[in-house]
């Protein structure tokens, strides 16, 4: 029985530690974009520039459990779909989202501009820009911060419910060996909240602005393999995460893979959190020339590691091949 009360406690400051860091402490600028392992299959997430680069109408959906077994862990749905027009030299895209984590609720949509050029045979520089809208509800009133609950908290006094419309851009510059991309999806930084503090004060919490780096290439190793290391690095004002991955294709169809990542303040080295915060595995299978199915699975090295079960991640994708020759597998990025 009592570690069934001890556990319960554990959850319960989990919550209140999620909530806290989106109901806003005045110096806690914790990460708020949405998570994906399998970044590097679902960029348009976090880079509008690279709407159309597929060359085909290509949709994407995705669905993430996070920490299974703790109450009120982040899970995720997506959908993105996006496809070049004029002769390939424009992007279009749309990607809309839910995203639960503890008391708040971020439902928000988004559209998608890439103007695409030419910079050599093989390769394109993209310049992208996205404007869109979340919904974010937090149920602050029903949060319990401690075991008798009679604290008074005026940043819990009440609900909240806010439109936050947000623009975004970016640029990616690619060919059909490698990529490199940089972008911030956020540009404004909406007000989330405003109360008073204990000492009367003026306290603020607000969307933070982060800045994304992506980089990956791929190493042919003979007739039938192909390696894909792939890098994302996520940034706000005072902290930085780091993304490592590695795939295997096999024959153009399979491809196994690993990601170490690790959280920083201060931008410090990645590897200065040496046992980094999660490793990651996944499978890709190219099921057709169109349709892909991708899994992976977050195993935390953090101090969640006794209190959840891992993390689930499913992607599937479709790609519509207008001319045949339009269809080209495999599509590495």
């Keep these: 029985m009592r570690r069934q009360s001890l556990l319960s406690r554990a959850k319960t400051a989990i919550i209140f530690s999620l909530a806290l860091g989106l109901a806003g402490v005045e110096k806690a600028h914790a990460q708020q974009e949405v998570q994906y392992s399998q970044y590097m299959f679902n960029m348009l997430a976090v880079n509008p520039a690279y709407a159309g680069s597929r060359d085909?109408?290509?949709?994407?959906?995705?669905?993430?459990?996070?920490?299974?077994?703790i109450e009120g862990a982040p899970t995720t749905q997506s959908f993105s779909i996006d496809m070049p027009v004029k002769k390939e030299k424009v992007g279009i895209g749309l990607q809309a989202y839910h995203d639960q984590i503890g008391v708040f609720n971020n439902t928000g949509a988004y559209l998608s501009y890439a103007y695409r050029v030419k910079v050599s045979q093989r390769s394109t520089l993209a310049m992208?820009?996205?404007a869109g809208a979340t919904n974010l509800v937090g149920s602050l009133s029903g949060v319990r911060r401690t075991l008798d609950n009679n604290d008074i908290d005026p940043a819990f006094s009440g609900n909240t419910s806010k439109?936050?419309?947000?623009?975004?851009?970016?640029?990616?510059?690619s060919n059909d060996r490698g990529y490199i991309g940089v972008s911030v999806p956020n540009l404004i930084q909406n007000e989330l909240r405003t109360y008073t503090g204990n000492e009367d004060t003026l306290k603020k919490a607000r969307q933070e602005r982060h800045y994304f780096l992506m980089m990956g290439f791929v190493v042919p190793l003979g007739s039938s393999l192909a390696l894909k290391p792939s890098i994302l690095v996520k940034a706000t004002r005072d902290a930085a995460a780091f993304d490592f991955n590695v795939n295997l294709w096999i024959r153009d169809r399979v491809a196994v893979g690993a990601s170490w990542r690790t959280n920083n303040q201060k931008f410090n080295s990645p590897f200065a959190n040496q046992n980094g915060d999660a490793a990651i595995g996944m499978l890709e299978i190219q099921a057709s020339d169109q349709f892909r199915i991708g899994y992976a699975y977050d195993f935390m090295l953090n101090s969640l590691?006794?209190?959840q079960k891992g993390s689930h991640e499913i992607m599937l994708?479709?790609?519509?091949?207008?001319k045949k020759a339009k269809i080209l597998t495999p599509r590495y990025f």
């Design 56 to 69: 085909v109408l290509s949709m994407t959906g995705v669905y993430r459990q996070q920490w299974v077994g």
């Design 305 to 307: 590691q006794n209190s």
């Design 163 to 173: 439109w936050l419309p947000n623009v975004g851009t970016g640029l990616y510059l």
């Design 317 to 322: 994708r479709y790609e519509f091949g207008f």
């Design 128 to 130: 992208g820009i996205q």
